[in-house]
């Protein structure tokens, strides 16, 4: 299984920025797939996750309205459209993926490499 993320860079505040994760050597429709984030210094946190239904999504109170996660089966990938970015955005976002609902970090089987986000002021 590989997931890669991409489309990290340095933006400014306010600005917007969309990742994309893409996966492969998996069946990307069967799998919960979520956002997380560590910050420097910082353990990995939860930002956006499809919620139980596989339809509904779930965000951190921090990103709540700003972040929308989104995928495409056909092109086996996932999505995170970060609007309104602060600087206290700033981390490496990874994305996850499991047969299970990522409730928190420990239920994600499989981990993309992370894509560096830096929001300058």
């Known amino acids: 299984v590989q997931l890669q993320a991409f489309g990290g860079g340095l933006v400014q505040a306010g600005d917007s920025l969309r990742l994309s994760c893409a996966a492969s050597r998996l069946t990307f429709s069967t799998y919960r797939m979520a956002w997380f984030r560590q910050a420097p210094g910082k353990g990995r946190e939860f930002v956006a996750r499809?919620?139980?239904?596989?339809?509904?999504?779930e965000y951190a109170d921090s990103v709540e309205g700003r972040f929308d996660i989104s995928r495409d089966n056909a092109k086996n990938t996932v999505y995170l459209q970060m609007s309104s970015l602060k600087p206290e955005d700033t981390a490496v976002y990874y994305c996850?993926?499991?047969?299970?609902?990522?409730?928190?970090?420990?239920?994600?089987?499989?981990w993309g490499k992370g894509t560096q986000v830096t929001v300058s002021s």
């Open positions: 996850a993926a499991s047969k299970r609902y990522i409730d928190t970090w420990l239920a994600v089987e499989y």
């Open positions: 499809f919620a139980l239904d596989g339809r509904n999504t």
